[in-house]
């Protein structure tokens, strides 16, 4: 099968695990959405790098698909975009094999995912959860990625990516493209309900999230008890005011309202209509997601054909990069 590649190469991916969120969302998704037409884009749901924490395998199988999904009803094309399983493309992990021979066990221990993350799995701190960010390095160097959309948490992940490709295209000139990350300031870090100064994320409690799947009743009694602070004034200060500039930045990004217009049109009134808003504004924007998502998920056949299709797609691109490094490193090839 011939794939061709006419623009620059844009690669993301996000994990199959725990609920996503609309900082996954907004942080992520609909940066994809908007980058879809001037690349030529990968969107890989990475179940190997899933693997570093323990997984229900039926849960991990069910959020695997449910992501597919989510990704097409988000606005993603699987006719031009290839949307499909990490797992399904073997030469991720081959050659994740090559690149940890070319990384420095010092690197990645300045990681502070892996910091975090073996504080908050201290009783599984395995070898995989340590060399996670040479799998993300070979996702998107075995593409010859250009950009990579990301929020602002994996910043650190681009940077090794990005001096792995530079080692090597040293000893070898010419081996890796060396991309560059796509983080938007204004969608970079949706902060956590309940600890605004903390990062949403996907494994915090429930009533700090708002996830893609939340319902509408569920979504405004979230907003309406989020932390705010003990004043009365709607003024975007993320550093003085966490809580209420992260509603403003969400209800933003939901409604394409700018941030200074929704701080003038709702000046004098109190948190309560900001909390309200911006409810509204989350629960019309993920509306018809909802809605698509589970007549994709409905339609099985459909599902396993795009990403069997899609799977074939990355494995052709992925196959080029891989043989040419086997053949410059020196692994004989008949
Ligand atoms: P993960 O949930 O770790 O698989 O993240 C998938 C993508 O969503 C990555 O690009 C993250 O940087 C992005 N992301 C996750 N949480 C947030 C957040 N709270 N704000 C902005 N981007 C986020
Ligand atoms: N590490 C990313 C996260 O947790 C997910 C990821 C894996 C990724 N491989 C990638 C993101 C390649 C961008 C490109 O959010």
Known sequence: MSETIKKPVLFSGIQPTGNITIGNYIGAMSNFVKLENDYDCLFSIVDLHALTVRQDPAS???????????????GLNPEE???YCQSHVPQHAELAWILNCFTYMGELSRMTQFKDKSQKHADNINAGLFTYPV???????????DLVPVGADQK???EITRDIAERMNGIHPGLFKVPKPHIPKETAKIMSLTEPEKKMSKSDPDDSIITLV???DAILRKFKRAVT????????DPENKPGVSNLLSIMSNMSGESIESIVSRLNGQG????KQQTAEATIERLKPIQLKQEELLKDKEYMAKVLKTNAERAQTLALRTLRKVYKKLGLYQP
């Open 60 to 74: 991990l199988r069910r959020k695997s698909l449910e992501l597919a999904a989510l990704y097409i009803a988000a």
């Open 81 to 83: 975009s290839i949307i």
């Open 135 to 145: 799998l993300m390095a070979a996702d998107i160097l075995l593409y010859q990625t």
């Open 156 to 158: 650190q992940h681009l």
């Open 214 to 216: 939340d319902k509408p």
């Open 229 to 236: 602070d003990s004043e009365t004034e709607i003024r975007f």
């Open 271 to 274: 948190y309560g209509a900001l």
